[in-house]
T-cell receptor, first 114, second 119 residues
């Protein structure tokens, strides 16, 4: 079974802090994704990566950056946290190559910015 | 731009009732994939089904069935004889291609439907 592990289930940070959310997958997947989930809006893609050191912006990249130094790890960075970044963050991974393979999700990190 | 609409925000049923979750999508791609995911209270999204745009056959898996109709751009999900364990948020999603034609499997999600099954 694919395992996608997010470092924290709950996180509380203060406005202006630099925040790191970590995600690790154990299935050697090429593609990894970061989404945020807000009530009534579904999941929205922040960034994704299709290879080590490769990244592309999703639909809502503003205020975020990402890092993929190793294939199994994909980090989301809030450069200067703001209250409107309070949300549930979900990481996912999928097999690369020919696309459209199902994404496998972590349990999510519920982030509160005070 | 691609879009997925789940018009039903919340559905409440009593156990053993059948329930259908609606999903309507918009895309300019001729080749695309549709997905359904389940998110139980624990939070992790669980993959249920993937369907490509060339396969309009309906699919049945136990109490779950899916009706894909390209003519109406819909991909509806039916749970037969619902159970309390079916209570979750259900998401429909569409997979898109980049401008260069390569697909990295990026998903566009609908807003989700909260299903509550009462005993």
């Amino acid at each position: 079974d694919v395992k996608v592990t997010q470092s924290s289930r709950y996180l509380v940070k203060r406005t202006g802090e630099k925040v790191f959310l970590e995600c690790v997958q154990d299935m050697d997947h090429e593609n990894m994704f970061w989404y945020r989930q807000d009530p009534g809006l579904g999941l929205r893609l922040i960034y994704f990566s299709y290879d080590v050191k490769m990244k592309e912006k999703g639909d809502i990249p503003e205020g975020y950056s990402v890092s993929r130094e190793k294939k199994e790890r994909f980090s989301l960075i809030l450069e200067s946290a703001s209250t409107n970044q309070t949300s549930m963050y979900l990481c996912a991974s999928a097999i690369g190559g020919v696309g459209n393979q199902p994404q496998h999700f972590g349990d999510g990190t519920r982030l509160s910015i005070l | 731009a691609q879009k997925v609409t789940q018009a039903q925000t919340e559905i409440s049923v009593v156990e053993k009732e059948d329930v259908t979750l609606d999903c309507v999508y918009e895309t300019r791609d001729t080749t695309y994939y549709l997905f359904w995911y389940k998110q139980p209270p624990s939070g992790e999204l669980v993959f249920l089904i993937r369907r490509n745009s060339f396969d309009e056959q309906n699919e049945i898996s136990g109490r779950y069935s899916w009706n894909f109709q390209k003519s109406t751009s819909s991909f509806n999900f039916t749970i037969t004889a619902s159970q309390v364990v079916d209570s979750a948020v259900y998401f429909c999603a569409l997979s898109e291609r980049t401008a260069g034609g390569t697909s990295y499997g990026k998903l566009t999600f609908g807003q989700g439907t909260i299903l509550t099954v009462h005993p």
